[in-house]
């Protein structure tokens, strides 16, 4: 048997039935990544050693006494998410040889429900990018399209999960970060509530919008995932309380016809209307949803996540921690130190973010970009007035080629065109494989309400089977 | 159009240094993305509130409880002396 194919379910199932124990399972996968990663490039570090010791642990207490719910599961963590005494470069130069000094919040919650890290996964650098093209360090393969990007930026926690290189992952959604390669790897990503799930230890990027979430197999190991990080921690001025929230027997699903329009592939839409035309005879109601600011999200989006990124990362000055360059005096050390050891892309979004909000810009952009985020926000409000879900396509394109965007940003840009908004409203999504599209991976998102995740997981299962 | 005097007052603010070809290409780039932004002009948000964060949170606080100091924080540091940070200096 194959284990490094099995979901959670399975895996606690093979376990229950005594049919492998946690250290086989760990042994499984990182056979596995020695044989396959070199090609797929997911992982930046793999914990051989201290994962095998980790599943020993858990096969001793299994004898023992009652174990966590993630019991000899093993997962991959998106480089930006800190585990103590563990590397961690958030896929950047400058980071390069930082030792997280403590753990994550979600990671310490992993650790308590007994979980096996096999290593950490790569990514576009500080999560900026939406392609896997911009690691400081290899790019990432799509491992279910041959040629393809895998999406970005968690294009390591999506690809290792589509490469059965660890059973869930964890990754981060600025933008789209977690469904956007999920839905080109063909696997279920969720950006969570903001606020629902604690982000201490998370390298951040644009700290209005961060969020941390699974990528898995399912939409039920999504959940299970779920339930073990989520909830306030102390930590994190931001997280919250949870919410109890009701699911309706039937659901009501509203299709966005926005999200059919201008920028979006006549494939895609194609490959939409079937699953919606299925949906329909399964006598689920369906109706047309208007969100007329949507089309704005993306060029909110740009300002807002800039101007944050351009103060987040303003700290990698060669200073206090990562990488230093050699200059005359300090000012010639912060300009060298972020000249050699920042990427690219990461350069220009701090550039742009600078920009906006720079004296005479400062409201013509950025406090601008910050009112359109309230009216897009009232847009999804006024729409869960009439609908439980809202859906529509992940991604306005199907997974394109290597090197097809980079030249040119901002068509690397559009293709968070139709995640973007859930971010600037601070409300949860999920992508779930739709049936291929020319044999390439194809997402559809669902979106719901602030807090309401548990009806993402109740009708994705429900998708899952039609 | 950005003019080059404008790219390089911001990669002075944002304490990046440039080569002349980098300067011109973030100049192209950087306004191909500022033209397309120029989208948001089309809404009135007149009266309209600014959401600077999507949860309404006020005055969180926790307890400030003191840890022991954490030796690998110092051992990031790119040059230490003894148990401080040591940089070329400010003034």
Redesign the interface.
């Known amino acids: 048997m194959d284990i490094t194919g099995l979901t959670i379910k399975e895996i606690q199932n093979g376990f229950a039935k005594k049919e492998f124990c946690a250290k086989d399972v760990a042994e499984s996968f990182l056979k596995r990544i020695v044989k396959e990663d070199k090609e797929i490039g997911a992982y930046l570090s793999v914990f051989s050693d201290k994962a095998i010791e980790d599943a020993k642990k858990v096969d001793d207490l299994r004898e023992k006494k009652s174990l966590g719910m993630l019991a000899g599961i093993p997962c991959g963590i998106k480089d930006n998410i800190m585990i103590s ?1 563990q590397r961690c470069t958030a896929g950047s130069k400058v980071l390069d ?3 997280a ?2 753990n994550a919040g979600v990671v310490d919650r992993l650790e308590k429900e007994n979980c096996v890290f096999l290593g950490k996964l790569n990514l576009d650098e500080f999560a900026i990018g939406s392609s896997g093209e911009y690691s400081g360090f290899f790019p990432i393969k799509n491992p279910k399209a041959k040629g393809c990007v895998p999406g970005g930026s968690s294009a390591g926690p999506a690809a290792a999960v589509a490469g059965n290189l660890c059973t869930f992952s964890l990754g981060s959604d600025t933008g789209g970060s977690i469904r956007q390669p999920a839905a080109f790897c063909g696997v279920v990503g969720l950006k969570t509530t ?2 629902r799930v604690s982000r201490h230890g998370l390298i951040a990027m644009a700290s ?1 919008l961060d969020q941390i979430g699974p990528l898995a197999k399912n939409v039920e190991d999504a959940e299970i995932v779920f339930d073990a990080i989520k909830g306030k921690d ?2 994190d ?2 997280s ?1 309380e949870d919410v109890e929230i009701k699911t309706p027997k039937k659901f009501k699903i509203g299709i966005v016809k926005e999200a059919m329009g201008e920028g979006i592939d006549g494939k895609i839409k194609e490959g939409f209307d079937n699953v919606v035309k299925k949906l329909g005879k399964e006598n689920i109601e369906i109706q047309e949803i208007s969100l007329p ?1 949507m089309e ?1 999200g ?3 989006y ?2 807002i996540m800039t101007a944050e990124v ?1 103060s987040n990362l ?1 700290r990698y ?8 360059s050699t ?5 010639d ?4 130190t ?2 050699d050891f ?1 990427g690219k892309e990461v ?2 979004r ?3 973010g ?2 906006c909000l ?1 004296a005479g810009y400062y409201d013509a ?1 950025y ?9 897009i ?1 009232n847009d999804f409000k006024k729409a869960f007035e009439k609908v439980d879900l809202l859906m529509m396509p992940t991604t306005p394109t199907l997974p394109f080629k290597f090197g097809e965007r980079i030249a040119d ?2 068509s690397m ?1 559009m293709a968070d065109l139709l995640t973007v908004p859930a971010n ?4 949860p999504a999920i992508s779930i494989p739709g049936p291929e599209i020319d044999g390439l991976p194809f997402g559809i998102q669902f979106v719901a309400p ?1 807090f309401h995740e548990k009806n993402l997981f109740a009708f994705g299962k429900i998708f899952e089977k039609i | 159009m950005l003019n080059k005097e404008e790219v390089e007052k911001i990669s002075q603010l944002a304490r990046i240094e440039f080569n002349e070809k980098d300067i011109e290409l973030m100049r192209k780039d950087l306004s191909s993305i500022l033209d397309y932004i120029e989208k948001l002009k089309e809404i009135d948000v007149e009266g309209v509130e600014p959401t600077t964060h999507s949860l309404d949170l006020k005055n969180i606080f926790r307890k400030d409880n003191p840890k022991e100091f954490k030796k690998d924080l110092l051992e990031n540091c790119p040059q230490i002396e003894g148990r401080h940070v040591k940089t070329k200096p400010v003034f």
């Open positions: 005494g040889n930082y030792i000094p403590y903001y606020g209005s102390n930590m001025s931001t919250c600011y704005y993306l060029a909110c740009y300002i351009s303003a000055d060669g200073v206090r921690y990562g990488k230093r200059a005359d005096n300090l000012l050390t912060y300009f060298k972020r000249k920042l350069k220009r701090i550039m742009l600078t920009y720079s952009y406090l601008r970009a910050l009112k359109v985020r309230t009216v926000a940003p901002l840009y600037i409203a601070g409300i602030a």
